[in-house]
């Protein structure tokens, strides 16, 4: 099993910047490679959309709402995921998940799931 722990998420005015961490953990060893990693929002009443993903060769995609706004990265070796958030709008609100395509050791065998964090709730006010 895979746990991917959020934090960063809060209260902030429009024009101002967040910054969101996702880590990655597993029981020693149980993790072969982390493929994608990515970031997805939900705003009430909306469906989930994706905001921003990373290969572990550092290819991004943006969604165009956040373009030149946001900006994803991550740290292999600490098996994390960054979004930082600038120029923020009332329009950003949202729960933003963590996202991650994990290759894992399952009974010596090399499997692919997708993980999910908990959710971190962002909120912009004008």
């Known amino acids: 099993q895979v746990q991917l722990v959020e934090s960063g998420g809060g209260l902030v005015q429009a024009g101002g910047s967040l910054r969101l961490s996702c880590a990655a953990s597993a029981a020693s060893g149980r993790i072969f490679r982390i493929n994608v990693m990515g970031w997805y929002r939900q705003a009430p009443g909306k469906e989930r959309e994706l905001v921003a993903s990373?290969?572990?060769?550092?290819?991004?995609i943006y969604a165009d709402s956040v373009k030149g706004r946001f900006t994803i990265a991550r740290d292999n070796a600490k098996k994390t995921v960054y979004l930082q958030m600038d120029s923020l709008k009332p329009e950003d609100t949202a729960v933003y998940y963590c996202n991650a395509d994990v290759r894992i050791w399952e009974s010596q065998l090399l499997k692919t799931y997708k993980y999910w964090g908990q959710g971190t709730q962002v909120t912009v006010s004008s």
């Open positions: 990373i290969t572990d060769g550092s290819i991004t």
